[in-house]
């Protein structure tokens, strides 16, 4: 992860930054120094959580669980592309689910708060997480990594592809509507996520 999907994750946000700075979908209450200043200091402390448990406790529950055969992907004899495909639909679903307690369960939501308070939408919003809720993710992680029977390699993979696709919808970053609308079939994109993170009812 630190060598390969750290970097790959830098480059994307670089180019998304860039990219909504040269075709900005909403118009923004503050500069982009400020937005990115005020989001990267509250995500200090989740960065420090992220680097030093968010992955490394998951993925040693994913070692333990594969040498033990413990969870659902240990148990089928599937071929590997068919694991990986698994994989993805089976964590995104978890993912689904716990979002939803986020935004649902009181005590959640306290934390996840902090990512929706933030007046101007855009790529940096993609790292203001409060590290409560960092912590609380790890545990559903781990849990979920031991049901499914996730493997190490997979994690990691999964996890990169989750995060570059969190930069991505974060974004401010105005796609040609006739493509948004395509990749709105199979991916959540800017637009789309803009109106989760609204404040207007209606929508």
């Known amino acids: 992860m ?39 200091v509250l995500s200090i402390p989740g960065f420090a959580i992220v680097r030093l448990a968010m992955l490394p406790i998951p993925i040693a529950v994913a070692l333990w669980a594969q040498d033990r055969r413990i969870g659902l992907l240990n148990w089928l004899p599937l071929p ?7 994989t993805f639909l089976l964590m995104d679903y978890a993912y689904w689910w716990w979002h ?3 935004h649902m369960i009181p005590i959640f939501w306290r934390f996840h708060n ?16 409060h590290f409560g809720e960092m912590i ?19 994690l990691v993979v999964f996890f990169i592809t989750f995060e ?19 990749l709105n079939l199979i991916i959540v994109t800017p637009r789309m996520h803009g109106i989760h993170h609204s404040i207007v009812q209606r929508e």
């Open 80 to 86: 590997g592309w068919a694991t990986a495909i698994v």
């Open 2 to 40: 630190d060598y390969v999907g750290r970097p790959l994750l830098a480059c994307l946000f670089v180019a998304l930054l860039w990219l909504q700075w040269r075709f900005p979908l909403r118009r923004q209450h503050f500069s982009m120094l400020h937005r990115l200043v005020r989001n990267f």
């Open 136 to 154: 609380f993710s790890i545990g559903f992680l781990s849990l979920a990594v031991t049901l499914f029977g996730i493997t190490p390699v997979m």
């Open 164 to 182: 570059a696709a969190t930069l991505f919808h974060h974004s401010n970053w105005r796609l040609p509507i006739k493509l948004e609308r395509i």
């Open 100 to 102: 939803w307690a986020n």
């Open 114 to 129: 902090v990512h929706h308070t933030d007046l101007d939408l855009d790529v940096s919003t993609a790292a203001r997480f």
